[in-house]
């Protein structure tokens, strides 16, 4: 593909006509940090930021006769992640050595899971749009993190900062089973859900803890898969979509010249847009998998399945389904609603405060998240509390005020979140107007100083009515209920 033809802004509709007779096929493979306070097979710190190599110890360096210990919160998280997915948590599994040299794996090899992986199978079930998707996994399995090689601050050198080494991973694979980036991405998103939910990582992009490769491939319909290239490292979903739709396109050009595409791990540049290939795939059989010596089998008894089980939490999929049954959400809203526990619970105790569940949806989703966005404050941290945001609801709820009205006073509550609702109310002059006697009174006046609109309005002319309306809700200085306003307007003019 050539310069002045890759970097073209191509809009959705290119793109779905140029893989018009090709079907695309996408596998995914994640990298999850562990929320552990030390490292897989050792006790350095694995917290982020440190000055380099200031947080590895003799086994992460591989220093001579350093010998590797199980962290057995690192197996803990790997078992709650396998009920969260519905896999099979093996009994018995084996650490074997992945050997490759790299500069930043001391060793000379990973430490990681190839025969017999902690966790098998499973699947991730989530929504694209309103239609349900699932995406098998094949397996997610424990390993260490390599450290991290340096470019930026040496001319001519490379630095090595080991601080990474030994950090604790689940690489989770799935089935080639996703056909868009659009699925791909929403695959992603409910993955990083629903890892941060039960809390085994902290989901956090920017600095690695959640990386994604993706493997795409294409071909023509009923035809054997095609030679898939992995995009490595994708730390954006914004990213993740332009890689995957730029690498589309790019291996069907081509097909379409009649070239060959080599298996290859290519990386993405977000400031051309572009995929560049780094070096050839390897398979397996590169990598010289053989069981670790100085491991021996990680034996995981039932009964501990059993207790973690036990302090498993509701999780982000069945806490969904229960908001459409209990609450009768729509699925947009109860997927949205479910995003983190912190909003959920949020939802859920404003719902117990005012009694409705939609109206609650419709704040928490709009204003509500609006207000927490422009602050960039995490919904944990609102100042306006969830018993503040109920109150608000039900005057919307029982018409004390009109929605513009709320809308001033949240603002009001998130200035000042100790203030009384009601005081807010009659100081501002936000009593929404219900008395039908006064709303006549106010629609006559209306109509007597506007015979034009009037006759406009029965000539059939639509804006005539909305013009009386405004300047019924301009007159009451929008304090008119303005559903009970317009029905008495067409009464009148009938």
Same mark, same amino acid.
């Given at each position: 593909? &050539?310069?002045?033809?890759?970097?073209?802004?191509?809009?959705?509709?290119?793109?779905?006509?140029?893989?018009?007779?090709?079907?695309?096929?996408?596998?995914?493979?994640?990298?999850?940090?562990?929320?552990?306070?030390?490292? /897989?097979?050792?006790?350095?710190?694995?917290?982020?930021?440190?000055?380099?190599?200031?947080?590895?110890?003799?086994?992460?360096?591989?220093?001579?006769?350093?010998?590797?210990?199980? &962290?057995?919160?690192?197996?803990?998280?790997?078992? =709650?992640?396998?009920?969260?997915?519905?896999?099979?948590?093996?009994?018995?599994?084996?650490?074997?050595?992945?050997?490759?040299?790299?500069?930043?794996?001391?060793?000379?090899?990973?430490?990681?899971?190839?025969? /017999?992986?902690?966790?098998?199978? $499973?699947? !991730?079930?989530?929504?694209?749009?309103?239609?349900?998707?699932?995406? =098998?996994?094949?397996?997610?399995?424990?390993?260490?993190?390599?450290?991290?090689?340096?470019?930026?601050?040496?001319?001519?050198?490379?630095?090595?900062?080991?601080?990474?080494?030994?950090?604790?991973?689940?690489?989770?694979?799935?089935?080639?089973?996703? %056909?868009?980036?659009?699925?791909?991405?929403?695959?992603?998103?409910?993955?990083?859900? /629903?890892?941060?939910?039960?809390?085994?990582?902290?989901?956090?992009?920017?600095?690695?803890?959640? %990386?994604?490769?993706?493997?795409?491939?294409?071909?023509?319909?009923?035809?054997?898969?095609?030679?898939?290239?992995?995009?490595? &490292?994708?730390?954006?979903?914004?990213?993740?979509?332009?890689?995957?739709?730029?690498?589309?396109?790019?291996?069907?050009?081509?097909?379409?010249?009649?070239?060959?595409?080599?298996?290859?791990?290519?990386?993405?540049?977000?400031?051309?847009?572009?995929? =560049?290939?780094?070096?050839?795939?390897?398979?397996?059989?590169?990598?010289?998998?053989?069981?670790?010596?100085?491991?021996?089998?990680?034996?995981? +008894?039932?009964?501990?399945?059993?207790?973690?089980?036990?302090?498993?939490?509701?999780?982000? %999929? +069945?806490?969904?389904? %229960?908001?459409?049954?209990?609450?009768?959400?729509?699925?947009?809203?109860?997927?949205?609603?479910?995003?983190?526990?912190?909003?959920?619970?949020?939802?859920?105790?404003?719902?117990?405060?005012?009694?409705?569940?939609?109206?609650?949806?419709?704040?928490?989703? $709009?204003?509500?998240?609006?207000?927490?966005?422009?602050?960039?404050?995490?919904?944990?941290?609102?100042?306006? +509390?969830?018993?503040?945001?109920?109150?608000?609801?039900?005057?919307?709820?029982?018409?004390?005020?009109?929605?513009?009205?709320?809308?001033?006073?949240?603002?009001?509550?998130?200035?000042?979140?100790?203030?009384?609702?009601?005081?807010?109310?009659?100081?501002?002059?936000?009593?929404?107007?219900?008395?039908?006697?006064?709303?006549?009174?106010? /629609?006559?006046?209306?109509?007597?100083?506007?015979?034009?609109? !009037?006759?406009?309005?029965?000539?059939?002319?639509?804006?005539?009515?909305?013009?009386?309306?405004?300047?019924?809700?301009?007159? +009451?200085?929008?304090?008119?209920?303005?559903?009970?306003?317009?029905?008495?307007?067409?009464?009148?003019?009938?």
């Amino acid at each position: 593909m &050539n310069n002045s033809k890759s970097k073209e802004h191509k809009t959705t509709c290119e793109v779905t006509s140029l893989i018009q007779g090709y079907e695309v096929v996408i596998g995914f493979e994640t990298h999850a940090q562990l929320l552990t306070k030390s490292k /897989i097979f050792s006790r350095a710190s694995t917290q982020f930021g440190a000055a380099p190599n200031t947080q590895a110890c003799a086994v992460d360096l591989a220093l001579p006769g350093a010998l590797p210990v199980m &962290n057995i919160k690192a197996v803990e998280c790997a078992i =709650r992640l396998g009920l969260a997915l519905g896999s099979y948590i093996s009994a018995k599994s084996i650490f074997a050595r992945k050997n490759y040299f790299y500069p930043d794996l001391p060793k000379g090899y990973q430490i990681s899971q190839f025969e /017999i992986p902690v966790v098998q199978g $499973g699947e !991730v079930q989530f929504f694209l749009g309103e239609q349900p998707k699932k995406v =098998r996994l094949v397996r997610a399995h424990l390993e260490e993190d390599a450290g991290k090689s340096l470019h930026e601050d040496f001319v001519g050198l490379s630095g090595i900062d080991l601080n990474r080494a030994g950090t604790p991973l689940l690489e989770i694979v799935t089935e080639p089973d996703m %056909r868009s980036s659009q699925e791909a991405v929403a695959y992603a998103k409910e993955l990083h859900k /629903i890892v941060t939910w039960i809390q085994v990582c902290d989901g956090n992009m920017q600095e690695g803890s959640f %990386r994604c490769d993706a493997n795409v491939s294409v071909r023509k319909p009923g035809q054997p898969l095609g030679t898939r290239r992995e995009i490595k &490292n994708l730390n954006s979903f914004k990213f993740m979509q332009q890689a995957i739709d730029y690498e589309v396109l790019w291996q069907i050009e081509q097909l379409e010249d009649n070239k060959e595409i080599q298996q290859a791990t290519v990386l993405f540049d977000p400031e051309t847009g572009e995929t =560049r290939s780094m070096r050839t795939k390897e398979d397996a059989a590169d990598y010289r998998y053989f069981p670790d010596p100085d491991l021996p089998p990680l034996e995981i +008894s039932a009964d501990w399945i059993e207790q973690i089980r036990a302090s498993m939490p509701e999780l982000p %999929r +069945s806490m969904a389904e %229960r908001f459409i049954k209990e609450y009768a959400l729509p699925i947009y809203d109860a997927s949205t609603l479910t995003q983190s526990p912190q909003m959920a619970a949020f939802f859920e105790e404003t719902v117990r405060h005012c009694g409705q569940p939609k109206l609650t949806s419709n704040w928490v989703m $709009g204003e509500l998240s609006r207000k927490l966005n422009e602050e960039s404050v995490q919904i944990e941290a609102c100042p306006v +509390s969830a018993l503040q945001l109920g109150a608000l609801i039900s005057r919307v709820a029982n018409a004390d005020i009109s929605n513009s009205s709320a809308k001033t006073l949240l603002d009001a509550l998130w200035s000042d979140p100790s203030a009384d609702i009601d005081a807010l109310i009659q100081s501002k002059g936000l009593k929404q107007v219900n008395d039908i006697g006064a709303l006549e009174k106010l /629609i006559d006046s209306i109509i007597a100083a506007n015979p034009d609109n !009037v006759t406009q309005f029965k000539a059939g002319k639509e804006k005539a009515f909305n013009s009386l309306i405004g300047q019924a809700m301009k007159a +009451s200085k929008g304090q008119a209920n303005p559903q009970q306003l317009t029905e008495l307007l067409k009464k009148k003019l009938q």
